[in-house]
């Protein structure tokens, strides 16, 4: 067992802007002048109003102002255990030396080289925490949280012969609308911006005089107005320091008049059911209509909020809900080659003010179609009809689908061969069908309408060519294979939560983002569910709390200037309370033109991250072996670009790495190995091409889920090293590898994928901790299937059911519990996931870094 | 000077090759007004995707009238640039309209850079084949006399 000294402090810094008079709130219909996009600001200036105020994620109540986030001050409460250690006591278990945290030091333990061969177990047992970018201690203090905003390289190297000698890809991750609890947000009536690349101004800016700054994305040198220093807690001009946009790099500002294109939209929402037989069969409607009637009021928004509901099976129908009326009345419409839009103006109604006859609606839609045997279903011309209706206004766009649409525009045919899947030289049909989706959702993306998908499927529903809808409007994608009330409990569960969360959440409207950098650097691809407008313009119709994104870079001039380059990314968009805001994030890394220090600074998540993307687009542009193979490749490259640094005396027998890419192989292995790669033929084409989706659309610790799940023993749970969260002490047991080695066979073991928790049993655990856990006897009387762990009151039970709980708090998709015994059908659920394990003929991590040795010698 | 077929021919290549100058110039144009964010990825694929198909039959209907004119010579410097737009067409993204551009696959500066250069290269071959099918055709007008 770990005996790790827990490091719990208080935050290093304070993110609490100034408490001061809050901004007037700009709801209401107010009609503003039109001005185009961030046009320079006009008007003379007025004393600054300054309200810095803590807000809570999202300006709504709701579970998620409950869930706790690592904050950016928060330091995590354990220590990073120190480099050498690994090298000395290659032992999984072990204590961390004290000391490395928070030292310059541990830049040179990065680039000590390692022997992977000799030292296999190079996980640590506690999360894997990102480098820290060798900055002066001031400017170390305002970095971003690497949650929000990372590179993958966080010493940058100063030209792109240095970025290609390293053999590494230089991108940046990004996940701009995570729930914070911590926000700084700012009324002011100028914001202070770059005349010539209009880069707001942020901590890492240079104060010239009192008077200017300079830029420290182009080097211009900017005026400051006079109200920047003023005060207005103190009521004098003092150092522009003080103000709340130099003192973090996370901001939020209410953005005035001229940052709007048009008045800010009202919050609307239109859910499309699917109610044909396969859909109806399956029961998502009761769920889902039990769970819209339960958070109605949550939604985010305010009084103008407006809601409609569109049902279709082979024809569609629309729901009048005006006011007035005494119930809600439907109308049909069967001509799906022409849509046209029955009363307008009545489908999409004010949510407070029809509430009664939504709500009446809600109640009756799931009896309504209950013996529905229609199975054509109408997806496209639905599609058609939202976009007619939703023009004006735009919004978001839920759609529930079952099966393949067959009838009308936009049908598609069922393109799984069943009996081809042995083949393994190519996966074909991973690609969109037809490009109708595609030109849907960019129509939809012009109208600032984004569609999300739900898709319930016992068979084939060809996600490739649907997803293209929400890929490029900034919706999500939402798959449950197999759903049933009755025979799938657990995805009904995941579906339950993850629609709660989904309607709850935080949303932005009309929304754009632009990332800018350095002089001398450039986006070059960009990776997420957004349209690119620009070369550095993404249009979001709506932006929510989990989307995240990721951006390759090519350094186009050295980076001789400065020895800092910054990356900022500014997000506009209308908030549901119909505030235009802008939120800005800024990172600043150093610039080196040494190769070690370039490796010393490697993030190995952030660059498995951005590799399983590119791996993911060269997949759909080649083969899905050419990707495997790129991936291998770089590996290989990296390490065999890291032996040309070493003097010759370093460089030995073995497989050398740096200690900072020490876990690179042991990522890649569980890449290839992952469900969107896998050349396996039990892995489904629906499945695999949602795992690619979301590789590209979760921010980066959900695809490192994804990638490699954690594992941790749980049958000797203890208090030692245990955190205190919300009165209640949660465990931390250590992180195991992902091997059978570790596995004891009287160990009961929780393995975390991200989307589901996995309880695996062995047979010989103790009795005593299967009574505890599970009130039972013995091994064989632990039913299955299970889902949730009884609630004993015992200190047994309560630890385990904590810790479970605090993992499933911290994500917002839903991760049910499945309990898996060792001689249950299920177990191969569990030991597919044991990637350092030889499996179906692919290679087990040592042969893996045999091979590498192999490659990287020649 | 007998005024053959073959100088037909040229005569017309060469009107056909100027005509496929002004559409390289215009997508070299278009491509530099999408680096600069001066349009929109979605109206500049509109106004290119028309005019892709129009090329490729151009082009490949005066290479036919050489063949049939027996000027082999000239057909073998065309084939090449028929193979590879041939090759072009048959991998591009999934469309219902005839046309290579994506507009979600554009901005990407590989995608972008890559086009560019396929402008340019484009533009400097009609060029070339222009002036060469003003020497040849007053060539064959002049050996057809003797």
């Known amino acids: 067992m770990a005996n790790l000294t827990s490091m719990s402090g208080p935050p290093t810094q304070d993110m609490q802007g100034r408490g001061g008079v809050g901004g007037g709130g700009l709801t209401g219909k107010r ?71 928070g030292k310059l030091n541990i830049q040179q333990g990065d680039t000590r080289p390692l022997n992977l061969l000799q030292n296999r177990h190079v996980l640590p047992s506690t999360p894997v925490e990102p480098p820290k970018p060798n900055l002066s201690p001031e400017y170390r203090k305002l970095v971003c949280n690497p949650d929000i905003f990372r590179t993958t390289l966080t010493s940058i190297p100063q030209t792109q012969q240095l970025l290609n000698k390293s053999k590494l890809p230089l991108g940046i991750l990004i996940h701009p609308f995570k729930d914070l609890t911590h926000l700084p947000v700012i009324q002011s009536s100028v914001i202070v911006r770059c005349r010539s690349c209009r880069t707001y101004i942020n ?30 807690v103190t009521r004098t001009y003092g150092e522009p320091q003080r103000r709340p946009e130099i003192k973090s790099s996370t901001i939020e500002f209410i953005a005035p008049s001229e940052y709007m294109l048009r008045p800010p939209q009202p919050a609307t929402y239109l859910f499309m059911f699917d109610v044909c037989f396969n859909a109806v069969e399956s029961g998502y409607l009761s769920v889902a209509c039990q769970v819209l009637l339960e958070e109605l009021d949550k939604l985010p928004g305010d009084a103008r909020t407006m809601i409609g509901f569109v049902t279709f099976d082979s024809t569609l129908h629309f729901y009048n809900l005006q006011e007035g009326l005494s119930r809600p009345s439907m109308m049909v419409v069967s001509d799906i080659d022409d849509i046209f839009l029955p009363c307008p103006n009545d489908l999409l109604v004010n949510l407070q003010e029809s509430k009664e006859l939504i709500q009446e609606l809600l109640t009756q839609l799931p009896s309504m179609f209950s013996g529905n045997k229609e199975t054509q279903s109408a997806l496209g011309p639905a599609l058609q009809s939202a976009l007619k209706l939703m023009s004006p206004i735009g919004g978001r766009v839920t759609v529930f689908q079952s099966s393949l649409p067959s009838h009308g525009p936009g049908t598609l045919k069922s393109r799984e061969d069943m009996s081809q899947r042995t083949n393994s030289k190519d996966i074909p049909n991973l690609g969109p069908a037809t490009d109708f989706y595609k030109k849907m959702s960019l129509d939809c993306s012009a109208q600032q309408i984004s569609v999300d998908l739900f898709l319930f499927a016992n068979n084939y529903i060809d996600i490739a060519s649907l997803s293209c809808v929400s890929k490029f409007s900034g919706g999500c994608v939402n798959y449950y294979p197999a759903f049933h009330t009755v025979r799938t409990p657990a995805e009904v569960e995941r579906f339950e939560n993850d629609f709660r969360r989904y309607l709850t959440r935080k949303i932005g409207f009309e929304a754009v983002m632009r990332i800018r950098c350095t002089k001398g650097l450039s986006i070059h691809t960009f ?19 989990d989307a995240g994104f990721a951006m390759q870079m090519s350094i186009e001039d050295s980076l001789n200037d400065s020895p800092l380059a910054c990356f900022q990314a500014a997000l506009l968009y209308t908030s549901s309370k119909g505030e235009r805001r802008i939120r800005v994030h800024t990172l600043c890394l150093p610039v080196t033109n040494q190769l070690s220090e370039v490796y010393a600074g490697a993030d190995t998540q952030g660059i498995v991250s951005l590799l399983s993307r590119m791996a993911v687009d060269r997949t759909l542009t080649a083969t899905i072996v050419d990707a495997r193979d790129a991936l291998v490749n770089v590996c290989i490259d990296s390490l065999s670009a890291f032996k040309t640094t070493l003097s010759s005396g370093q460089a030995g027998v073995g497989l050398i790495g740096p200690n900072s890419l020490r876990l690179l192989p042991l990522y890649t292995l569980a890449m290839l190995k992952c469900t969107a790669f896998k050349l396996s033929s039990s892995v489904r084409l629906d499945e695999r091409v949602f795992a690619m989706d979301m590789l590209k659309y979760h921010p980066m610790i959900y695809t490192m889920l994804m990638i490699h799940p954690t594992l941790y023993p749980v049958h000797e749970l203890s208090d030692e090293g245990a955190i205190s969260h919300d009165d209640q002490t949660i465990p931390q047991p250590p992180i195991l590898s992902l091997s059978s080695e570790h596995l004891f066979k009287n160990g009961a073991y929780l393995m975390d994928r991200g989307d589901a928790l996995y309880l695996y049993i062995n047979r010989e655990v103790s009795p005593n901790f299967i009574q505890s856990v599970f009130d039972v006897p013995d091994f064989q009387s632990i039913g299955e299937p299970m889902h949730e762990l009884p609630e004993l009151d015992n200190a047994v039970s309560d630890r385990l059911r904590n810790f479970i709980q605090y993992l499933e708090e911290k994500r917002p998709f839903h ?44 | 000077m007998a005024f053959t077929f073959a100088a037909f021919c040229y005569l017309l290549a060469m009107i056909l090759s100027a005509v496929l100058i002004f559409f390289a110039i215009y997508h ?119």
């Open chain 1, 815 to 858: 991760a049910p519990l499945h309990v898996i015994r060792e001689d249950s059908r299920m177990r191969i659920l569990f030991l597919r996931h044991l990637v350092e394990d030889r499996s179906e003929s692919v290679m087990s991590y040592y042969e893996f870094l045999q091979h590498l040795q192999k490659e990287v010698g020649k």
């Open chain 1, 31 to 101: 009609a503003y002048p039109q001005y185009p996009n961030q046009t320079p600001m006009s008007g003379p200036p007025l004393p600054g109003q300054m309200a810095g105020q803590p807000q809570p994620a999202g300006s709504q109540p709701g579970p998620t102002a409950g869930v706790p986030n690592d904050t950016y001050g928060q330091q995590r409460p354990q220590q990073i255990p120190n480099a050498q250690s690994y090298a000395q006591s290659p032992n999984q278990y072990e204590n961390s030396l004290s000391g490395g945290m």
């Open chain 1, 527 to 545: 990776h997420g569910n957004f349209f690119v407008r620009s070369t550095d313009l993404l249009s979001l119709p709506n932006i929510n709390p």
């Open chain 2, 28 to 146: 070299i144009i278009a491509f530099d007004e999408l680096k600069t964010d001066y349009k929109n990825p979605i109206d500049q694929c509109n106004s290119l995707n028309p005019l892709v198909l129009p090329e490729y039959i151009i082009h490949i209907f005066f290479t036919v009238l050489f063949l049939f004119a027996g000027q082999i010579g000239t057909v073998a410097l065309n084939v090449p640039l028929i193979a590879y737009n041939v090759y072009r067409y048959v991998n591009r993204p999934v469309m219902s309209q005839p046309g290579l551009y994506d507009p979600t696959t554009i901005m990407n500066a590989d995608v972008l850079s890559r086009c560019m250069r396929e402008g340019w290269i484009k533009l400097a071959f009609f060029l070339l084949s222009f002036f060469y099918y003003l020497y040849s055709m007053i060539y064959v007008l002049v050996s057809s006399t003797s």
């Open chain 1, 203 to 232: 901590p890492f800016v240079q104060f010239v005089d009192h008077r200017r700054w300079k830029c420290n994305l182009c080097y211009r040198i900017n005026d400051l107005p006079d109200e920047f220093n003023f005060d207005p």
